[in-house]
């Protein structure tokens, strides 16, 4: 369960998250973007999958 407002935005819980702060939603989204750019997409889906793990998330 959310501690905030899930805005009706596409994506990701945490994408809907952070659309409380439209700021920081397009930052991410620009990182997000940037790393895509550069990183295949398996890399991208194991450090996904880290960060949900070393936070303790389900994913």
């Given at each position: 369960m959310s501690r905030l407002p899930e805005k009706n935005v596409e994506g990701t819980p945490f994408k809907?998250?952070?659309?409380?702060?439209?700021g920081i939603l397009d930052a991410f989204q620009q990182m997000?973007?940037?790393?895509?750019?550069?990183?295949?997409?398996?890399?991208?889906?194991?450090l996904r999958l880290r960060a949900a793990s070393n936070n303790g998330c389900d994913y």
């Open positions: 809907k998250a952070l659309a409380n702060a439209p997000e973007k940037a790393l895509n750019d550069i990183l295949e997409p398996e890399l991208m889906e194991m």
